[in-house]
C-alpha cells in the first residue's frame, strides 16, 4: 500500500493536492506534514480531516528527527514535496528564511527519504514540485521549454533553483527515483491574500487601494489550482523517473489587465456601479529586480501524460471570485490571523 507524505499540504496548492489525493485514492495513507507558517492553515482542508486515509503531522522539513519518526510510524513510500517560503516579496526583505526550508529544508528531506528507503530505493518516488521562476525572466516572445537553462534572478526563484539542483543530484549520485515539475503562476480557492488576485479581491471587497507595482506591464501565465493539483496527480502516476515536466496554461496576462477584470466582474457581483473598483487602482513602487514575463510551454506534459488544462481562465477566474465571495469568513480569518488557532482548537483536545 502506498503512503504518501506530501509536505506543505495546508498551504494554498498543498491543500488542492492532499483533498485530491484523498478523495480520489482511498486505498492510499495521506500523511500532510506542514510546519503550520503563517501561510499554512488547516482550514483549507476541513472537507477531507475526518477521512480514514488522511493524517496531519505538524513539523518542519528542517527537523530530521521529527521526519525520521514520521517516515518510520507511517510507513512512508513516496513523497510529493510542496513545503516552501513561496512568496517573492517576503525573499527580498528576507532571504535566509528561504534558504532554511527551501535549500536546506529539500535537502533534508532529501536525505531522510534516503536513509528510509536506503534497502529498495528504486521502488519509492521523491517528487518535488518547482515553479516556472527558475528559467529567470522572458524579454522577447519566447518560452520556457524543460530544457531553458536556470537564470533564477529574485532569492525565492534562486532558492528554488538551488532546491531543483539538489533533486538532481540526489538523482544521479545515490540513484533515487525523483521527478521535478516547475509550474507557472496558480490562482484559485485558497490562496493566501498577500498574491496579487487574492489581495485584490480582498481589497475591492473591502474598498482598499489596489497596489500595481511599477506600471503593471508584468506578464504572468496563470493556471487554475486544481488543474495543477490534477497535473501533479498525472506526474506522480506516469511521470519518468529522473524526468522534469513544465506545466502552464498557455494563458498569459499583463498584471494591470489582470486587475482590471477583477474590478469589472466584481463591481458586477457586488452590484455596484461600472468603473467603480478601477477607481482603487494605485500604482506603487516597483518590485525589486522584477521579472518581466513568465511563460511556460507545456507540450511536453501534454504530448508525453497526457494533461492539459481543464478550465478556461473566464471560468477558473468566475469560479475563484465566487468561492471568495461565498466564504468571507475564510478571508476574515487569514486577515485578522483567527486561523491560527485552527490547529490549537481541532488537534490539541
Ligand atoms: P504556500 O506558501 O501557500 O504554502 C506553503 C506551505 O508550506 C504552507 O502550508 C506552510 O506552512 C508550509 N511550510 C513552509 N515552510 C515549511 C517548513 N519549513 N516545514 C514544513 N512546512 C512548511 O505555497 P504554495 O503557493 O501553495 O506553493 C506550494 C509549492 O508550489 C511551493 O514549493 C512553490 O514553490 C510551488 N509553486 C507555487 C506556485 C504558485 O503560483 N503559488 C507556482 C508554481 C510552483
Ligand atoms: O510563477 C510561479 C510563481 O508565481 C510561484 O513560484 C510563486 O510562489 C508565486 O508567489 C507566484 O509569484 P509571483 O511573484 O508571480 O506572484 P505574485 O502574486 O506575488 O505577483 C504576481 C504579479 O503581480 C507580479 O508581477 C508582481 C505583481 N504584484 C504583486 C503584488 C502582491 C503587484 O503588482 N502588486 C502586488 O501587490
Redesign the pocket.
Known amino acids: 500500500m502506498k503512503s504518501i507524505l506530501i509536505t506543505g499540504g495546508a498551504g494554498f496548492i498543498g491543500s488542492h493536492v492532499v483533498s485530491l489525493f484523498v478523495e480520489k485514492y482511498p486505498e492510499y495513507k495521506i500523511v500532510n506534514l506542514d510546519a503550520l507558517t503563517y501561510a499554512g492553515n488547516l482550514e483549507n482542508l476541513k472537507e477531507v480531516e475526518g477521512a480514514s486515509n488522511y493524517h496531519f503531522e505538524k513539523a518542519d522539513i528542517q527537523d530530521s528527527e521529527t521526519l525520521k519518526k514520521i517516515f518510520q510510524e507511517h510507513g512512508i513510500t513516496d513523497v510529493i514535496h510542496l513545503a516552501?517560503e513561496?512568496?517573492?516579496?517576503r525573499s527580498i526583505s528576507d532571504p535566509l528564511a528561504f534558504v532554511a526550508t527551501n535549500v536546506m529544508g529539500t535537502v533534508n528531506l532529501l536525505n531522510v527519504s534516503k536513509e528510509a528507503w536506503s534497502d529498495n530505493l528504486n521502488e519509492h518516488l521523491f517528487y518535488h514540485v518547482?515553479?516556472?521562476?527558475v528559467y529567470g525572466s522572458l524579454h522577447d516572445d519566447s518560452f520556457f521549454l524543460e530544457t531553458t537553462p536556470y537564470d533564477p534572478q529574485?532569492p525565492?526563484?534562486a532558492s528554488?533553483a538551488s532546491s531543483d539542483h539538489f533533486v538532481r543530484a540526489y538523482a544521479n549520485t545515490y540513484k533515487m527515483r525523483t521527478v521535478i515539475s516547475n509550474?507557472?503562476?496558480?490562482y484559485g480557492p485558497n490562496h493566501f491574500p498577500?498574491?496579487?488576485?487574492p489581495?485584490?479581491i480582498n481589497n475591492i471587497r473591502n474598498n482598499k487601494p489596489?497596489?500595481?507595482?511599477?506600471k503593471?506591464e508584468?506578464?504572468?501565465?496563470w493556471l487554475f489550482v486544481k488543474d495543477h493539483a490534477r497535473a501533479i496527480d498525472t506526474v506522480f502516476h506516469k511521470g519518468k523517473s529522473g524526468d522534469t515536466y513544465n506545466i502552464g496554461g498557455f494563458n498569459e496576462w499583463k498584471?494591470i489587465d489582470i486587475?482590471r477584470l477583477l474590478c469589472q466582474k466584481m463591481d458586477e457581483k457586488l452590484g455596484r456601479e461600472k468603473g467603480t473598483s478601477e477607481k482603487l487602482i494605485t500604482f506603487?513602487k516597483d518590485?525589486a529586480g522584477?521579472?518581466l514575463r513568465?511563460a511556460i510551454d507545456a507540450t511536453k506534459i501534454k504530448e508525453e501524460l497526457d494533461w492539459e488544462p481543464s478550465l478556461q481562465f473566464e471560468e477558473g477566474i468566475e469560479i475563484t471570485i465566487d468561492w471568495y465571495l461565498n466564504n468571507q469568513d475564510w478571508l476574515d480569518h487569514v486577515t485578522s490571523g483567527e486561523y491560527q488557532s485552527y490547529y490549537e482548537e481541532h488537534y490539541q483536545s
Open positions: 516552501a513561496s512568496h517573492v516579496d518547482s515553479t516556472d521562476e529574485s525565492y526563484s528554488k509550474c507557472s503562476n496558480n498577500e498574491k496579487l488576485i489581495l485584490c489596489l497596489p500595481i507595482y511599477g503593471g508584468n506578464v504572468r501565465d498584471n486587475v506603487v518590485r522584477h521579472d513568465y
